[in-house]
Nanobody, 121 residues
């Protein structure tokens, strides 16, 4: 059972990156998935959620709303985070995480190892 992120890197402010999270070892459609980030020297910050059943409802933190888009590919058991108009304050390690059920109010019970995103000014 694991989540594996990829796609991080260095980008200039205003640029874009797409993060991927490949899930394995569990039934993808049975859990909501999240992106959570941690900036250098700071605590964890929730970024976005997506439900993986039905039509896939999406939710965003105010700090990224309108710039980031979460999506899923059920056939590939993969969740994506498209990040546009990146700002230096988006610099962080981005973690993919799984909630305890299809409902986003359940706590996270599985974490990926994270991928570093660095936005230069």
């Amino acid at each position: 059972i694991q989540l594996e992120e990829s796609g991080g890197g260095l980008v200039q402010a205003g640029g874009s990156l797409r993060l991927s999270c490949a899930a394995s070892g569990f039934t993808f459609s049975s859990y909501a998935l999240s992106w959570v980030r941690q900036a250098p020297g700071k605590g964890l910050e929730w970024v976005s959620d997506i439900t993986t059943s039905g039509t896939g409802s999406t939710y965003y933190a105010d700090s990224v709303k309108g710039r980031f888009t979460i999506s899923r590919d059920t056939a590939k058991n993969t969740v994506y985070l498209q990040m546009n108009s990146l700002k230096p304050e988006d610099t962080a390690v981005y973690f993919c995480a799984r909630r305890g059920s299809v409902y986003i109010h359940n706590s996270i019970n599985l974490w990926g190892k994270g991928t570093l995103v660095t936005v230069s000014s």
